[in-house]
């Protein structure tokens, strides 16, 4: 089981940058692949980026391409994603998940654990 608490959100103005933080609790942090979802008003949750747990790979969705990078620590439980050049589009809760085995199926229905989440609101 993985407890995880996301932190970091908040209030910036567009073209700017925020980075969210996902701590997890258990002793097997390091053996899930770590994504970040979004859900913005009225929409689906979608993917953002994965990183297996070896922190080999990284995976990004075609809409923070360039503008994102996911990291992860495995000797602080930690995942991270850094967010820049921040778009009005860009706001949604974020929401970190882990999932065991699931790096060839970044889907919300693939990851078995949660954050509450953490809200992004991006000013025009």
């Known amino acids: 089981q993985v407890q995880l608490v996301e932190s970091g959100g908040g209030l910036v103005q567009a073209g700017g940058s925020l980075t969210l933080s996902c701590a997890a609790s258990?002793?097997?942090?390091?053996?899930?692949?770590m994504g970040w979802f979004r859900q913005g008003p009225g929409k689906e949750r979608e993917f953002v980026a994965g990183?297996?747990?070896?922190?080999?790979?990284?995976a990004y969705a075609d809409f923070v391409k360039g503008r994102s990078t996911i990291s992860r620590d495995n000797a602080k439980n930690t995942a991270y994603l850094q967010m820049n050049s921040l778009k009005p589009e860009d706001t949604a809760v974020y929401y970190c998940?882990?999932?065991?085995?699931?790096?060839?199926?970044?889907?919300?229905?693939?990851?078995?654990?949660w954050g509450q989440g953490t809200r992004v609101t991006v000013s025009s």
């Open positions: 998940a882990a999932g065991y085995r699931v790096w060839g199926t970044l889907t919300p229905r693939a990851f078995a654990y």
């Open positions: 258990g002793r097997t942090f390091n053996t899930y692949t």
């Open positions: 990183i297996p747990w070896s922190g080999g790979s990284t």
